[in-house]
Nanobody, 119 residues
Framework: VQLVESGGGLVQAGGSLRLSCAAS????????IGWFRQAPGKPREGVSC????????YYADSVKGRFTMSSDNAKNTVFLQMNSLRPEDTAVYYC?????????????WGQGTQVTVAS
């Protein structure tokens, strides 16, 4: 299994970024796929998750209405479109997969991509 994130960077508050996670070594139908983030000095938190076998997507309250998660199963890639970014969105963002129905305890993680939102 390999998960490789990209698309992070520095953006002004109110701006947008699109994160990508290129996945290989497993079938999207067999795992829930999610995005987590970890800010300095804070625990890792769930941001968004596509349920195993699709059909439903979870968003944390803090990003609801601003972030959109999607997947391109043909390209084995998932995306996180982040709009109206805020300084508190600054964190390392990780892609993950979980063999359970939702992203409760991921089995695999990517290496992370840094997102920095300047005020």
């Amino acid at each position: 299994v390999q998960l490789v994130e990209s698309g992070g960077g520095l953006v002004q508050a109110g701006g947008s970024l699109r994160l990508s996670c290129a996945a290989s070594g497993f079938s999207f139908d067999d795992y829930a796929i999610g995005w987590f983030r970890q800010a300095p000095g804070k625990p890792r938190e769930g941001v968004s998750c596509i349920r195993k076998a699709g059909g439903s997507t979870y968003y944390a309250d803090s990003v609801k209405g601003r972030f959109t998660m999607s997947s391109d199963n043909a390209k084995n890639t998932v995306f996180l479109q982040m709009n109206s970014l805020r300084p508190e969105d600054t964190a390392v963002y990780y892609c993950s997969i979980d063999s359970r129905m939702w992203c409760s305890a991921p089995d695999y993680w990517g290496q992370g991509t840094q997102v920095t939102v300047a005020s």
